[in-house]
Each structure stands twice: as structure tokens, then as C-alpha cells.
């Protein structure tokens, strides 16, 4: 491992909240020094058959992302776990995933590439992110569960260049998008995602896209395939 590339890593910490628990790590954030984020809207997939009995089929999330240097990322992990409970279920999930600055990557920096794949093959979880047209996330889910998964986010999103492919194709396609991030551990992915492939038949140009990114350390996971990895 090439250890002055390290200095040139980040971190994403991406974080899944309530409304109110998205209040609270605001204030936090502020208080460590963090100024800069993204808040996007979304909403958890819910089977709980009390909440289905009154009718409620998902719950607001607030989903943060902040861009950490490496060696901070750890430590505000652990601090935002504690000031935010989120080892006790229903607080909130955070995971953090690696990243690499355009430059490093150009300049064929090689070390860095190799830290990059080793902090890859350390991860225990996947982050699995579908993109589908509007309407498909709770298809996309109910695959999903059927394969294994326990939970996701659900997040709307509007694809690029959307009217001048109307006009090209002479089609109306519907420029909004779903995303559905899934959270789950290496043994699972293979399946979940041969799985999607073939009942969304994503082999077909439009059905939609889908990607997996490692993840280096998550909180706020609770089931049957969580792994602890909080030390």
C-alpha cells in the first residue's frame, strides 16, 4: 500500500435520517467544523404491519452527503454514531465509500489506484443504486426482497438530455427517474443483482441502469446480515 496516496483519498459519509435526526446532525456538522453538504429528499421502503394497517406505505428520509478527508472520516463516523444513537434501531443508517480526486486518477497515479482496490476488498457491505423510469422503484424493491434484501431508499431524480431524445426518436420518454439505493453485505450482491437484471430485463436500452459501490464501514444496520464492523 502506497501511503502518501492516502493523502489524496476521500471519503463520501452518506447518512439516512428522519427529519428531525437530520435537524440534530445539522447542529453537529455545524459544531465540527462542516459547512458544506448535500440534502436530497427520499423515502424508506416499509414493511411493518402495524404501519401498513394505518395505511402508511413509506416514511420521509432526508439523505445527507458530505465529502471527508480520509484520516477524518473514521473519527466523525464514530462521533456522529454517538451523538445521533445510531446503534439503537429507527436512528438512522451512515456509510461511507471511497473516492479519488480527478487528478490522481489522470496523472496514473498507481499507488493510489492500488490503495483505492485494497480499501475495496476490505469492504464487507455493497451500496447497490437502480435507476429506473417513474413508477418502478416498488417493483424494483419487491425483486429485491424477494432475493434477500431486507430494506431501501427510495430517491426521485430527472435525467439529462431527455428533450433532445424526445425529438430525435420522435417518442415522448418521461424525463423523470427513481432511484432506489439498497445497502447490503458482499454475499448477497451477486444474486440481488443477477436477480434485477433478469426480471427488469435492464439488457434492454430504457429499462434502466444499475451500479454497486463498495462501502467501508456502515452504522444503523440491523437483521440477520449484519456484520459488526464497528470497531
Known sequence: MNEPAMEHLYQIMTLILSENQCHKFVRIAKDKGIRSGIIILGRGTVKNATLNLLGIKSEKKEIVSILLENEKAKELLDHFTKELLLNEPGHG??????????????SGQQGTLDTMQGMED??????LTVVVNRGMAE????????????????????GTGSEFTTKLLGMEIEPEKELVMILMPNDLIDK????LFQELQLNNPGNGILFVEPV????????????????
Do not use: C, Q
Open 93 to 106: 443508517i451512515a456509510y461511507t465509500t471511497p473516492v479519488i480526486t480527478a487528478d490522481r486518477i489522470t
Open 122 to 127: 476490505e469492504s464487507m457491505f455493497k451500496k
Open 139 to 158: 417493483e424494483v424493491m419487491d425483486i429485491a426482497r424477494k432475493s434477500g434484501v431486507t430494506g431501501g431508499t427510495i430517491m426521485h431524480g430527472r
Open 192 to 195: 440481488v443483482v443477477n436477480d
Open 216 to 231: 467501508l464501514d456502515v452504522r444503523g444496520l440491523f437483521g440477520s446480515h449484519r456484520k459488526n464492523n464497528d470497531s
